[in-house]
């Protein structure tokens, strides 16, 4: 089985811009989760999906957003990219009976 | 979910045992014990967990207290590959349960030749 892919694996932004990443699930998983790593943070919890609805949501603003799709792929979306936004953005999937998740390699955000 | 305490950093001799140790002296019942691991610039990695017995698979073996309190993971024979940020996680299951998984800061351990 194909692993957890995230793309793209790296990418530049400046400020004010907005970005998109992209997160595909191991086949047969229903529930994608994000995170956000920082030096400074850590690994922190963004938002978790199961079936195209939003099931959680960690403490971050507005400007993170994201979706989850029928093939249960997913996307985060952040608008009006800050310097503090550069992050390692991680994507998990997981059997919805299960608690054992899956990373994906990440998404490292550079904002300039 | 109850909150973990693990050394920060740590030394093992490759080819010997790595035993990591981790304090959860608020788990509630039905709070499992889970480890996950972070190669350098990788996504975390499941290792293993547990409730409350004594768990071991081809990667690694947990130990818990009796008491649930504390627990330890013991890489059997550790090598250079398993140099990474170790996570303590305590959660709980159940169906009213998400995939938030709370990390701490973990504990590095470095294995010399």
């Known amino acids: 089985k194909a692993g957890v892919t995230q793309t793209p694996r790296y990418l530049i932004k400046t400020r004010g811009q907005q970005v998109t990443l992209s997160c595909s699930p191991i086949s047969g998983h229903r529930s994608v989760s994000w995170y956000q790593q920082t030096p400074g943070q850590g690994l922190q919890f963004l938002f978790e999906y199961f079936s195209e609805t939003q099931r959680n949501k960690g403490n971050f603003p507005g400007r993170f957003s994201g979706r989850q799709f029928s093939n249960s792929r997913s996307e985060m979306n952040v608008s009006t990219l800050e310097l503090g936004d550069s992050a390692l953005y991680l994507c998990?999937?997981?059997?919805?009976?299960?608690?054992?998740?899956?990373f994906g390699p990440g998404t490292r955000l550079t904002v300039l | 979910d109850a909150k973990t305490t693990q050394p920060p950093s740590m030394d093992c001799a490759e080819g010997r045992a790595a035993n990591l140790p981790c304090n959860h002296s608020?788990?509630?019942?039905?709070?499992?014990v889970y480890w996950y691991r972070q190669i350098h610039s990788q996504g975390p990695q499941y290792i293993i967990h547990?409730?409350?017995n004594n768990e071991t698979n081809e990667m690694a073996s947990l130990i818990i207290t009796e008491d649930r309190k504390s627990s330890t993971l013991i890489l059997p024979h550790a090598t250079l590959r398993d140099t990474a940020v170790y996570y303590c996680i305590v959660r709980a299951h159940g169906s009213g349960n998400t995939g938030k998984l709370i990390f701490g800061q973990g504990t590095t351990l470095q294995v010399k030749p």
């Open positions: 998990a999937s997981r059997v919805s009976a299960s608690n054992e998740q899956f």
């Open positions: 608020t788990i509630s019942g039905n709070e499992y």
């Open positions: 547990g409730l409350k």
